[in-house]
Every structure is written in C-alpha cells, then in structure tokens.
C-alpha cells in the first residue's frame, strides 16, 4: 500500500497567519491527491482535488501544490474557522490512504 | 440538497455482524462510485472499501478483506457495508462518501475525490 506521510502532525498559529503542510507519497501517485478538512464531531469536508484544484465554494485562501511525492496545503491567511484537522488522501493506487492528519490549533 | 444519510451502527459482540446503510438523496447514486471510510475514537481517517458504479469493481483495505462486503441498491439509491467476524479494532464511525470523477481536458487525466459525506453512523465492538 502507498503510505502518505503527513507533516507536521500538529501546529499552532495565530490568525492571519500563513500556514503550510505538507504530505510525502511512498511512491509517485502524479498529482492524485485531494486535502479534507474535519471539525470535531463532523464529517471531513473536500478542499482540494488533483493536488492543486480548489474545490467550489471553498475559499481562495486554501491551495494546494505539488505532484509525484510531494505535496503542500497552504492556507495563506488562517481564519478562526479555519481550525481544525487536516487529511491528505491519495486516490492514485489501492488501498486509498490518508495520511495521519494535521491538527490546526489556536496560538 | 444533495444528502447521504448512513444508518445501522449499534452495539455489537466480537465475531457479531452488522449492515449499514447509506441513504442518497438530491443526486443519481447510480452515476457515482461510492466509498466507506471509519474513524476510530481519537484516531485520523480510514479508507475502507469503495464500489464502482455498476458493481462490477470493488476495492478493501486488508484488514476488512474477507470480513466486510460493500454492496449498492441503485435503484433503492442505497448502499451497503455488510460487516462480519468483527473485531474490537473494527469500533468506529463509519462514513459513507460520493467518490466523484474529475475530467482534465487539458491533459485527458481523471481524477477522484471525495466530494459529499454523510454525518457517519457508530459502530462499537465490546463484550
């Protein structure tokens, strides 16, 4: 199975702060990685799709970047509702993995 | 308003079975590849089994093969995860996902993700 690697697992930060995380494939997987963001207690929600594709109706603040193994979720000025947990997944090979996830936490 | 809606968690021994369901709405189910994906308490997401439109593929991580079967009633816009020989391990809230494709003209490539998510069902395995 491809093993995503999530870094760092953990973060604090202030609002309006820039914000960067990153994910390492196992093996190339071209760009076929999408970003999920989950609140405590509620369902993930999609972010980006194709390692770089804002999905509709999520702000312009979030983009992602990268291709083969190596990928980054920014979000350029962070926001209170912008704190949360966040997942990387690769639909490139079988099993689909996550990564082990990014806690955004208030400074 | 597009909606998916999972039911069926509960209570269950170890080795007991349970189905759940996944209820569709505001979409055609039948145009979609659907996945299940669990969170265990405290832990990060799971990637668990996904079903191709008209059954004909079907993909699991090791560890349910064998035990979960993922199925789909098109026409009842429903699908399934039927679970058996469950572990204390399998305790979890179990989602049901819409995996839906991405056409890139410019470079002819699809892609998937996981768009819509129901609000997930629980599941715990104890004696």
């Known amino acids: 199975a491809i093993q995503m690697t999530q870094s760092p697992s953990s973060l604090s930060a202030f609002v309006g702060a820039r914000v960067t995380i990153t994910c390492r494939a196992s093996q190339g997987i071209r760009n076929d990685l999408g970003w999920y963001q989950q609140k405590p207690g509620k369902a993930p929600k999609l972010l980006i799709y194709?390692?770089?594709s804002l999905q509709s109706g999520v702000p312009s603040r979030f983009s992602g970047s990268g291709s083969g193994t190596d990928f980054t979720l920014t979000i350029s000025s962070l926001q209170p509702e912008d704190f949360a947990t966040y997942y990387c997944l690769q639909d490139y090979g079988y099993p689909r993995t996550f990564g082990q996830g990014t806690k955004v936490e208030v400074k | 308003e597009v909606q998916l809606v999972e039911s069926g968690g509960g209570l269950v021994q170890p080795g007991g079975s349970l189905r759940l369901s996944c209820a569709a709405s505001?979409?055609?189910?039948?145009?979609?590849?659907m996945t299940w994906v669990r969170q265990a308490p405290g832990k990060g997401l799971e990637w668990v089994a996904n079903i191709k439109e008209d059954e004909s593929e079907k993909y699991y991580v090791d560890s349910v093969k064998g035990r979960f079967t993922i199925s789909r009633d098109n026409a009842k816009n429903s699908l399934y995860l039927q679970m058996s020989s469950l572990r204390a391990e399998d305790t979890a809230v179990y989602f049901c996902a819409r995996d839906k494709t991405y056409y890139f003209e410019s470079s002819g490539y699809y892609y998937d993700a996981l768009d819509i998510w129901g609000q997930g069902t629980v599941v715990t395995v104890s004696s």
């Open positions: 505001g979409f055609t189910l039948s145009n979609f590849w």
């Open positions: 194709a390692a770089s």
